[in-house]
């Protein structure tokens, strides 16, 4: 039986006539190590920025709009107010960050934080289709596109690890 490794970070050989014509493809494996290492964990540092700020009353006060609009969590703002919704919400996005970060010890508690990552910038994206006149703040909602991106690449990168590990435990 022929085993095979799905490894997300590892480029496939570029082969002699590849690294002769493109001398530059010979940094793709550092690129790609180091592009996966600041990716996941700009992500980790962005969770945790942002979760953290949930404790404030500004943050609280500045993101009240987007939840009492939103048929998916407007039942936190309901169930915890302005405030407590807001930490509420930051004590989720710390928890995706701490599981994210896991990936070289635990491959499958950080897949399921990437997808917890991926299922929160779905729901923010959806901001932008039922905040109403959400007006200037379509651009600072937009970068959610980018980490919903993120979040899946992470997810995979982290299932990969976990296949690859798996195969080489037979």
């Known amino acids: 039986m022929r085993r095979r490794a799905i490894m997300v970070s590892q480029p496939r050989s570029l082969g002699r006539e590849a690294s002769d014509t493109m001398p530059l493809a010979r940094f793709a ?3 790609l190590r180091v592009g996966a290492f600041v990716l996941r ?33 407007s039942w936190v703002h309901t169930l915890f107010g302005t405030q ?3 930490e509420f919400i930051g004590g989720i996005e710390l928890t995706i960050a701490a599981l ?16 917890g990552a991926a299922l929160m910038f779905l729901t923010t994206l959806s901001f932008l289709f039922t905040t109403p006149d959400v007006g200037d703040e379509a651009g600072f909602l937009m970068k959610d596109l980018t980490l919903f991106g993120a979040a899946l ?11 690859a590990r798996d195969e080489d435990q037979r």
């Open 100 to 115: 994210i970060a896991t990936r070289r010890w635990w491959p499958a508690v950080s897949a399921a934080g990437s997808m």
């Open 29 to 31: 494996p550092v690129l």
């Open 153 to 163: 690449w992470t997810a995979g990168d982290a299932l990969a690890a976990l296949t």
């Open 41 to 73: 964990y700009s992500l980790v540092l962005f969770l945790l920025l942002f979760g953290a700020l949930k404790w404030t009353p500004k943050e609280a006060h500045d993101i009240e709009a987007w939840v009492i609009h939103s048929p998916f969590i």
């Open 84 to 86: 407590g919704g807001s």
